[in-house]
């Protein structure tokens, strides 16, 4: 049996999904790119589950990609196994946070991108090595990518190929906190008990629209869903009451 493989936990309505490849630092294998976006429909499935967390095992993110048969690779281009894993985990419904530490390189880089929040150690380090191997780096991942930090700073990453450290990501936004190892757990678990205490409808409204992905038809539904659902009475009613807000709107099943 094979120790490369997406191992996950449910702890509430926090979700863990961890990368694990022992022998190549975390490196995402064929089957395991696979494998990510059938977990992601199960856990998007799961009422339960309000946030994501994707970490990687035994201190180390992901070193990036087991590139496998180059030949195959070359011929998916931006239809590869990678992308598609990728742009499923841009797409889930919930919010999802990267907890980053060590090596977070290639392909790694690629799914904390693809994350709506990312947390790092002080230890981790950053990398997109397309330009040492003589790849293109898929269209999505690299707009994904200039979108978050800018045109400039994407283009040293892609340029290079140079690793970046935690300081460095924070200041050209490749990550929003950077922490002390020992303290990262315990700041990712107070984050996502925070928005998993938040309105849904607030939340996912929000990733959606920042998103890019809401159009005026369901920007409409959106309000529509505020007024119908009684959650802001809720809220305003427990900020006034001086309680916490017992917020009750689940999403409607996937249109």
Do not use: C, E, K, S
């Given at each position: 049996m094979s120790d490369a493989e997406l191992t996950v936990t449910v702890d509430g309505p926090v979700a863990t999904v961890v990368i694990?490849?022992?022998?190549?630092?975390?490196?995402?294998?064929?089957?395991?790119?696979r494998q990510l976006p059938v977990l992601l429909d199960g856990l998007e499935a799961d009422p339960a589950v309000r946030v994501l967390v994707l970490t990687g095992a035994g201190g180390t993110f992901c070193a990036g990609a087991d590139l496998g048969d180059l030949d195959e690779l070359l011929a998916a281009g931006d239809g590869s196994i990678a992308v598609a894993a990728e742009e499923r985990l841009a797409a889930f419904g919930r919010p999802t946070v990267a907890a980053i530490e060590g090596a977070c390189v290639g392909g790694g880089c690629q799914l904390a991108v693809a994350c709506?929040?990312?947390l790092a150690a002080a230890d981790a380090r950053f990398g997109v090595?397309?330009?040492?191997?003589?790849?293109?780096?898929p269209a999505p991942t690299t707009r994904r990518l200039a979108g978050l930090v800018g045109p400039s700073a994407a283009k040293h990453l892609l340029f290079t190929g140079e690793l970046v450290d935690a300081e460095r990501a924070l200041r050209i936004g490749l990550v929003d906190e950077v922490?002390?190892?020992d303290a990262l757990a315990d700041r990712v678990a107070a984050l996502t008990t925070t928005i998993a205490e938040r309105s849904r409808l607030t939340v996912t409204a929000a990733k959606e629209i920042v998103d890019g992905r809401a159009d005026a038809d369901?920007?409409?539904?959106?309000h529509a869903e505020v007024r119908d659902s009684g959650e802001a009475r809720e809220g305003v009613s427990a900020v006034n009451e001086r309680r916490p807000p017992r917020f009750g709107w689940t999403p409607p099943a996937a249109r």
């Open positions: 694990r490849n022992p022998a190549r630092r975390n490196a995402m294998t064929p089957a395991m790119w709506d929040l990312r090595p397309p330009a040492r191997l003589g790849l293109v780096y922490l002390p190892a369901r920007l409409a539904w959106w």
